[in-house]
């Protein structure tokens, strides 16, 4: 099965809305909602759309699993031989227990912790990617502690404009991630003389959501000026990091393939005489965005003064991208319509102005009819909360026409279970 376009990855047939070869309606009435249906053949494409276009050369594809971590989703990937790019303790538990390699873990983050990084040096992953001269010192210290040495690799701040939402900027001089341009070879310096650490790369990340080449190439002749400047002092690098952060298409953006990203990419690392060095990205968004939707249902209409609103039994907590960055995520109805069409703003339950899914809507709806958020996948169920002790939705994997359970709803009881009274 191929994915070139939308709309083939949640398409109608006869009027009803599929995932593969299995119609949503039918995945609700199992499974109920709200819940994040994804495609497992959408989410393979999306990785071989990666590991094809790097075929041939020495590289790496880390999953950013901080877009979508569930055990299933880690281990497809794995199986593919992904590697996996974490931020915390508990996603490194994650990636071993989803069967990945630790040999291609990388460690990103500004505040590591001391308890954090211990676990990491005993799984022995590929690179702790550091991002401060006080993160140097601490995985020092916690590694001379072990009597180990640290693999490490300085996340340089290039400064480069990635022109996406300013929360999801990482690489401008005024966000707090990576280490100033102008610091890395200090830093450098420091990493390479000491005897528990060992440089074995370089990496960065400009941002999320990227719809043009432009600022990665930037980013990478930025990087790779570093590479040369280090070579000249004699500290070798092995691996060539370039982050993730390219975007998909929500509404009428048009990112640039994977593909497209990974050649202009070589050619700057060719062309400048690195090719024989490891290619490493850490995609997440685009690995998983397109593949996943949040199914939904309609509790009831309401006609308000200047809008009309269609609640819906998911919100906020359970998809926050729209309150949070105002995102707009596209909205298409399950089943053939059964009234006549109006505007409509979709919210949850949730008891704030900022519940929204979706605003100024032309739908036929009912209520108890379904809808799907498409192209959810990511940054959709591993944002959300249980905010109004809602239990987060269920999620499954469609392959072919099979339907897999690869997390339970959450239920009430399990978001008390570990909260106690006073004597
Ligand atoms: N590597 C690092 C060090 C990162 O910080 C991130 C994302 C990634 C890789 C993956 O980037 P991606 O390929 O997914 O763009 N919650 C926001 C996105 C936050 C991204 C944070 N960093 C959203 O829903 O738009």
């Given at each position: 099965m191929s994915f070139n376009s939308r709309a083939d990855v949640f398409h109608a047939r006869h009027g009803d809305l599929h995932c593969e070869e299995v119609a949503l309606a039918s995945i609700a009435a199992r499974f109920g909602t709200p819940t994040y249906v994804y495609s497992?053949?959408?989410?393979?494409?999306?990785?071989?759309?990666?590991?094809?276009?790097?075929?041939?050369?020495?590289?790496?594809?880390?999953?950013?699993?901080?877009?979508?971590?569930?055990?299933?989703?880690?281990?497809?990937?794995?199986?593919?031989?992904?590697?996996?790019?974490?931020?915390?303790?508990?996603?490194?538990?994650?990636?071993?227990?989803?069967?990945?390699?630790?040999?291609?873990?990388?460690?990103s983050g500004v505040g590591k912790s001391e308890a954090e990084i211990e676990a990491a040096l005993k799984a022995d992953i590929l690179s702790f990617n550091l991002e401060s001269i006080a993160e140097l010192e601490t995985v020092e210290r916690v590694a001379a502690r072990l009597r180990k040495r640290a693999p490490v690799s300085v996340r340089t701040n290039p400064d480069v404009d990635p022109k996406t939402h300013p929360y999801i900027t990482t690489g401008l001089k005024s966000n707090k991630f990576g280490v100033a341009y102008?610091?890395?070879?200090?830093?450098?310096?420091?990493?390479?003389?000491?005897?528990?650490?060992?440089?074995?790369?370089?990496?960065?990340?400009?941002?999320?959501?990227?719809?043009?080449?432009?600022?990665?190439?930037?980013?990478?002749?930025?990087?790779?000026?570093?590479?040369?400047?280090?070579?000249?002092e004699g500290v070798h690098l092995h691996h060539i990091d370039f982050g993730g952060g390219l975007g998909i298409a929500y509404r009428d953006e048009t990112p640039p393939a994977p593909e497209a990203l990974i050649r202009a990419l070589l050619a700057r690392v060719d062309a400048r005489g690195h090719g024989n060095k490891t290619i490493m990205v850490e995609p997440g968004?685009?690995?998983?965005?397109?593949?996943?939707?949040?199914?939904?249902?309609?509790?009831?209409?309401?006609?308000?003064?200047?809008?009309?609103?269609?609640?819906?039994?998911?919100?906020?907590?359970?998809?926050?991208?729209?309150?949070?960055?105002?995102?707009?995520?596209?909205?298409?109805?399950?089943?053939?319509?059964?009234?006549?069409?109006?505007?409509?703003?979709?919210?949850?339950?949730?008891?704030?102005?900022?519940?929204?899914?979706?605003?100024?809507?032309?739908?036929?709806?009912?209520?108890?009819?379904?809808?799907?958020?498409?192209?959810?996948?990511?940054?959709?169920?591993?944002?959300?909360?249980?905010?109004?002790?809602?239990?987060?939705?269920a999620e499954v994997i469609v392959d072919g026409s099979t339907v897999y359970v690869v997390r339970r709803r959450e239920t009430v009881e399990a978001l008390f279970a570990g909260e106690s009274l006073l004597p």
């Open positions: 497992k053949a959408a989410l393979l494409a999306a990785y071989r759309g990666y590991a094809q276009a790097l075929q041939g050369r020495r590289a790496l594809v880390c999953y950013a699993m901080k877009a979508n971590p569930n055990l299933a989703v880690l281990n497809l990937l794995a199986r593919e031989g992904s590697g996996f790019d974490i931020v915390s303790g508990g996603e490194l538990a994650r990636a071993l227990a989803a069967g990945g390699d630790p040999a291609k873990v990388v460690f102008a610091d890395t070879l200090a830093l450098y310096r420091r990493a390479a003389a000491s005897p528990h650490l060992t440089v074995v790369g370089i990496d960065c990340h400009i941002g999320s959501q990227i719809t043009e080449v432009r600022p990665y190439v930037d980013a990478a002749d930025r990087l790779l000026d570093l590479v040369d400047a280090l070579e000249h968004r685009s690995i998983i965005g397109r593949a996943g939707a949040l199914l939904t249902r309609v509790l009831l209409l309401k006609h308000g003064e200047t809008k009309n609103f269609a609640i819906v039994d998911a919100a906020m907590n359970d998809l926050m991208r729209p309150a949070l960055y105002q995102a707009w995520m596209n909205v298409k109805t399950v089943q053939p319509a059964t009234a006549a069409e109006a505007r409509y703003d979709i919210v949850g339950p949730v008891c704030e102005s900022g519940d929204w899914l979706a605003r100024d809507r032309d739908l036929a709806i009912s209520p108890g009819d379904l809808l799907a958020i498409t192209d959810a996948g990511a940054y959709g169920m591993s944002m959300a909360s249980n905010y109004n002790t809602r239990g987060r939705p």
